[in-house]
T-cell receptor
Framework: DTEVTQTPKHLVMGMTNKKSLKCEQHMGHRAMYWYKQKAKKPPELMFV???????INESVPSRFSPECPNSSLLNLHLHALQPEDSALYLC?????????????FGPGTRLTVL | DQQVKQNSPSLSVQEGRISILNCDYTNSMFDYFLWYKKYPAEGPTFLISISSIKDKNEDGRFTVFLNKSAKHLSLHIVPSQPGDSAVYFCAASGPNNQGGKLIFGQGTELSVKP
């Protein structure tokens, strides 16, 4: 299995809702990432997990809460989001969290905040 | 401060000809570079990478060239095919102590005309 899967594909939520994005990989990778991508912009790193521990938080607001329950799963819990948080949320994984290895991306979750 | 720049937002090429996509970077600590291809509503797909100790890497129709002194890399696609039409992102990765963080350029939209 050489892919990263993400669910749901699309999500519409109100500003008072709580929702979660899910990401899964079965490539044995020990690093997993969350990126945010706005239209016509490059992906921007949000979080990095290395060996199930949070290693990088790019000063992301606390309304985004990541979780790594095991080495194959990565969640992003969303609460009290703002309309400007609407974007494509991408999950990626790599063999390890360091240089000299490629990150493999999932198809993304298109999030719309009303 | 944009550390990775792709100055051409778009490029149009005839099928069968060469496509050359360019990327410049400012941080001399970057030592691994990657190219990703992205179709609309999909996650980026890894294409090819190059380490700073090399000046060329080839994989089928794709070749990446690195000029460290100029802090410039380019992706050559030969021959170009209509299915290559997508947005191409170059990305840079720094030393291992940055935990695998990728810095992406703004992307170049390639259109290959039949």
């Amino acid at each position: 299995d050489t892919e990263v899967t993400q669910t749901p594909k699309h999500l519409v939520m109100g500003m008072t809702n709580k929702k979660s994005l899910k990401c899964e990989q079965h490539m044995g990778h020990r690093a997993m990432y969350w990126y945010k991508q706005k239209a016509k912009k490059p992906p921007e790193l949000m979080f990095v997990y290395s060996y199930e521990k949070l290693s990088i938080n790019e000063s992301v607001p606390s309304r985004f809460s990541p979780e790594c329950p095991n080495s194959s799963l990565l969640n992003l819990h969303l609460h009290a989001l703002q309309p400007e948080d609407s974007a494509l949320y991408l999950c990626a994984s790599s063999p390890f969290a360091g240089t000299y290895n490629e990150q493999f991306f999932g198809p993304g979750t298109r999030l719309t905040v009303l | 401060d944009q550390q990775v720049k792709q100055n051409s937002p778009s490029l149009s090429v005839q099928e069968g000809r060469i496509s050359i996509l360019n990327c410049d970077y400012t941080n001399s600590m970057f030592d691994y570079f990657l190219w990703y291809k992205k179709y609309p509503a999909e996650g980026p797909t890894f294409l090819i990478s190059i380490s700073s100790i090399k000046d060329k890497n080839e994989d089928g129709r794709f070749t990446v060239f690195l000029n460290k002194s100029a802090k410039h890399l380019s992706l050559h696609i030969v021959p170009s095919q209509p299915g290559d039409s997508a947005v191409y992102f170059c990305a840079a990765s720094g030393p291992n102590n940055q935990g695998g963080k990728l810095i992406f350029g703004q992307g170049t939209e390639l259109s290959v005309k039949p």
